[in-house]
């Protein structure tokens, strides 16, 4: 895990080096109900639910994936949020 700050907002990063996720599933990755594990396993809400609370705060959640090397996921966050 990494994180960096500039006067824009952080970033945090997080990477693992496991078997990464193919384009087919990153494409659906923040989809809601999309999941790779067994029906009884997983609900397929977590990343969509996570996207959907950053994106509230004005940020962003993007990943990047080498299939059979990495995945990092990349929390942006403004330091401030203009008042409307």
Do not use: Y
């Not at 006067?7 to 990755?29: F, R």
């Not at 809601?32 to 996570?50: A, H, N, V, W």
């Not at 995945?71 to 330091?79: K, Q, V, W």
Request: no cysteine; glycine share 10%.
């Amino acid at each position: 895990m990494t994180t960096s700050f500039s006067p824009a907002g952080v970033e945090i990063s997080i990477q693992d080096n496991g078997q990464g996720i193919s384009a087919v599933d990153k494409a659906q990755l923040f989809s809601p109900f999309f999941t790779t594990k067994p029906t009884s396993k997983g609900t397929g809400l977590g990343l969509f639910i996570s996207q959907d609370i950053i994106k509230t705060h004005k940020g962003n959640l993007t990943v990047e994936s080498e299939p059979a090397g990495w995945t990092r996921f990349i929390i942006s966050l403004p330091l401030s949020i203009p008042v409307s």
